[in-house]
């Protein structure tokens, strides 16, 4: 019966929703899948084929530290969040302002196929720099004006349930993208026939090509099956800004802005872990394997509870689902520090680990989607790509600084980070409950893309 109704469900959803949504989604998903493999193959890379002996031990003057492999590698990471951040709200206004998002997907598109193929050439590590920061770029010209368009092709009644296709595909393609990577590394270099003659990939080669074919298959998904809205056309904005202060209401934030701060602590609470496998490891008495499979719970959650989540928000709003998911985000994001540091306590600890940052997923499937929902709602004609950047950005951003933060902050305890992530979370609660307030009933009532009633 479960299963039947599962199915049932499964069905009605997929088919009910607009071919160029799942289209997109799918676009989302196949380039996330190419993007991600860079999370693993970027640091050995870095430190095998690329030359990076004449840059060690050089001082950098305005921060005074020396140039290390992990920090040269933490460079290179880190380069892509930063400057999709500054990029994205750029795009965001840009797309809005001339009525086209298709466009700027597909340049982001073609600008990420180009760079994940140039890595395949290059081994200098100032190129490499170059190269990440043209994907950084490709992520600002895409996800803005994706989230965008998604809003655009849906109403008040699927807009949460679009978000959560849209995130759930996203997030399949970035949480398997790793593991195919780690094994396509471990199992080079690899040897093709073509018409007799024998071609030899290394086993770097052969991850960057398919990463570049994987954008490539995106933006051909793009180019064939999307189409825009007639009205995103016609509502093109000229008068766009970005409001911090509720310019009518009593509330001190605009709530797409107080939405967007609790997204950036969010952001970072999660991203907190990945950086710190080498102690949770030594913590834990486990290897590499459990550690994958803790870093990949919270991806399983969301791929999970996304698209019902979306869908229920459409139904009951969206602010009960924001307040749970930052009510459910403060105590697992503190429970992992505190498995670690009782370890020794706890019995089957890696297994608790798991079950934690299951959780923490859950939290944020919670949240994100009905997030990104109300922002929709919440958009007047011809703005949802200036409104819909401040989440995107926040996300990315709060992904940028969660693991620098915790490899400053681990110094002081394995403890700490989390406790940190935590106190994020309980902020970003405090910020939703006074400056958020529901929009989903006030969106049924109106035309899709129409301003929404400011109702106290």
């Not at 570049?212 to 766009?240: I, K, M, N, Q, W």
Request: hydrophobic share 55%.
């Amino acid at each position: 019966m479960v299963l039947g109704r599962f199915r049932r469900w499964l069905v009605a959803t997929f088919l009910g929703t607009d071919r160029r949504v799942l289209v997109l989604a799918l676009a989302r998903m196949v380039d996330g899948f190419g993007n991600s493999f860079l999370i693993v193959v970027l640091p050995l890379y870095i430190v095998g084929p690329v030359d990076v002996a004449p840059l060690l031990g050089v001082r950098v003057p305005i921060v005074g530290l020396s140039l290390t492999e992990t920090l040269l590698v933490g460079i290179v990471l880190s380069l892509y969040g930063f400057l999709s951040s500054v990029g994205q709200p750029i795009a965001g206004r840009l797309s809005d302002r001339t009525g086209r998002r298709k466009v700027y997907i597909l340049l982001g598109l073609a600008l990420l196929g180009a760079a994940n193929a140039a890595y395949a050439v290059v081994t200098d590590y100032r190129l490499l720099i170059g190269l990440r920061a043209l994907q950084g770029l490709s992520a600002a010209l895409t996800i803005p004006c994706s989230v965008a368009l998604i809003n655009d092709l849906g109403g008040a009644l699927d807009r949460g349930g679009n978000f959560g296709i849209y995130n759930t595909f996203r997030l399949v393609g970035f949480g398997f993208g790793p593991v195919v990577a780690g094994v396509l590394v471990e199992a080079g270099p690899y040897v093709l026939d073509i018409g007799g003659l024998a071609v030899e990939f290394g086993r770097f080669d052969a991850v960057f090509w398919l990463a570049a074919l994987s954008a490539a298959v995106g933006f051909a998904l793009v180019a064939a099956f999307v189409s825009e809205p007639e009205r995103t056309r016609a509502t093109a904005a000229d008068d766009l800004s970005l409001r911090v202060r509720h310019p009518e209401r009593r509330q001190l934030l605009d709530p797409v802005f107080a939405v967007g701060v609790a997204t950036l602590f969010m952001a970072i609470g999660l991203a907190l872990f990945e950086t710190l496998a080498s102690p949770i490891n030594a913590r834990l008495g486990q290897g590499g394997t459990l550690f994958a499979v803790q870093f990949a719970a919270a991806v399983v959650a969301n791929v999970l509870f996304q698209t019902p989540i979306g869908q229920a928000s459409d139904r009951y709003g969206r602010r009960p689902f924001l307040l749970a998911g930052f009510v459910l985000l403060v105590p697992a994001t503190l429970a992992q520090g505190l498995v670690l540091e009782l370890a020794a306590a706890i019995p089957y600890a890696p297994a608790v680990m798991v079950a934690v940052r299951f959780l923490q997923g859950v939290a944020i499937a919670l949240a994100f989607a009905p997030a990104l929902s109300l922002a929709g709602d919440l958009a007047r004609n011809g703005e949802s790509g200036t409104r819909l950047s401040v989440l995107t950005t926040a996300f990315t951003l709060g992904v940028a600084i969660g693991p620098l933060t915790s490899g400053v902050l681990a110094r002081f305890g394995i403890v700490w980070p989390f406790a940190f992530g935590a106190a994020l979370g309980g902020l970003g609660l405090l910020v939703v409950f006074t400056q958020v307030y529901e929009t989903a009933e006030a969106a049924t009532t109106v035309a899709p893309g129409t301003a929404v009633p400011q109702n106290d």
